[in-house]
T-cell receptor, first 114, second 116 residues
Framework: GESVGLHLPTLSVQEGDNSIINCAYSNSASDYFIWYKQESGKGPQFIIDIRSNMDKRQGQRVTVLLNKTVKHLSLQIAATQPGDSAVYFCAENIGETSGSRLTFGEGTQLTVNP | GAGVSQSPSNKVTEKGKDVELRCDPISGHTALYWYRQSLGQGLEFLIYFQGNSAPDKSGLPSDRFSAERTGGSVSTLTIQRTQQEDSAVYLC??????????????FGDGTRLSIL
């Protein structure tokens, strides 16, 4: 399954499928991006980050892709599991240190069906 | 190791009362942030502390909101004369702040504030 930017805030996939969550960011000066996972009643949990000098970064079952030309960020989750069900936020940061604020997208609700 | 700790986890108060929310950052993290999250929304930046520098207060929505960070560690967010629109989850985050590279912000589980 695939979501299209922030205009489709929900994504439903079958267990074992791959998920793709998209995010369009607004500031071309942003140079650091983070994906967070937020479960109900919890704070956002760091998943993976990427700096603007990279196009792709892989973690455990997750891959983040960055396309600076069109200011687009995506999170790919391989072999999605029920425990992946949560709201996923992308966040952008301006500046070369973490001292700047994070600007968050509106989030995508991922539901994994067993 | 211990993560970011926030207290109380829930706070219900009457309109017009003052509230104080507390954040204990991860040990050794010099940067501390406050955000607000309304129901079903993304996070809204409020204020940022970095070491001994003057805080970035540009996200505070009104002069009823203030925050301090004593001793470079624990922070308190104070909301005076609370209004119903202040109802939200208030999230605190901390990070290692270096001049060399970005570091992710790590969040607590927030304080859910309800104004009656």
């Amino acid at each position: 399954g695939e979501s299209v930017g922030l205009h489709l805030p929900t994504l439903s996939v079958q267990e074992g499928d791959n998920s793709i969550i998209n995010c369009a960011y607004s500031n071309s000066a942003s140079d650091y991006f983070i994906w967070y996972k937020q479960e109900s009643g919890k704070g956002p949990q760091f998943i993976i980050d990427i700096r603007s000098n990279m196009d792709k970064r892989q973690g455990q079952r997750v891959t983040v892709l960055l396309n600076k030309t069109v200011k687009h960020l995506s999170l790919q989750i391989a072999a999605t599991q029920p425990g992946d069900s949560a709201v996923y936020f992308c966040a952008e940061n301006i500046g070369e240190t973490s001292g700047s604020r994070l600007t968050f997208g509106e989030g995508t609700q991922l539901t994994v069906n067993p | 190791g211990a993560g970011v700790s926030q207290s109380p986890s829930n706070k219900v108060t009457e309109k017009g009362k003052d509230v104080e929310l507390r954040c204990d950052p991860i040990s050794g993290h010099t940067a501390l942030y406050w955000y607000r999250q309304s129901l079903g929304q993304g996070l809204e930046f409020l204020i940022y502390f970095q070491g001994n520098s003057a805080p970035d207060k540009s996200g505070l929505p009104s002069d009823r909101f203030s925050a301090e960070r004593t001793g470079g560690s624990v922070s308190t967010l104070t909301i005076q004369r609370t209004q119903q629109e202040d109802s939200a989850v208030y999230l605190c985050a901390s990070s290692l702040a270096t001049a060399m590279s970005n570091q992710p912000q790590h969040f607590g589980d927030g304080t859910r504030l309800s104004i009656l």
